[in-house]
């Protein structure tokens, strides 16, 4: 009853998969690489986060809370 299986075709057809579902995922814009080029300054970017139906206020003057990296975090 015990048979042997040939795992090469398994292993190739995971694979051959892998590799058709990331290119299918590029190809219509659900996958991007990033590029150097993409990357965005941190001091250029800017985020206003709101909730429907609540007021917000918004202010010219800087905040006094400053951020820092440590360790590339």
Not at 4 to 33: C, D, K, Q
Not at 43 to 56: A, N, S, V
């Amino acid at each position: 009853m015990s048979e042997e299986r040939n795992a090469i075709p398994l292993i190739l057809t995971g694979v051959g998969s892998i590799i058709v579902t990331v290119g299918a995922l590029w190809y219509y814009g659900y996958l991007h690489f990033a590029k150097p080029e993409d990357a965005l300054l941190l001091q250029d970017f800017t985020m206003l986060k709101t909730i429907p139906g609540e007021d917000y206020k918004v202010s010219l003057d800087p905040a006094p809370q400053v951020a820092q990296c440590m360790d590339g975090v």
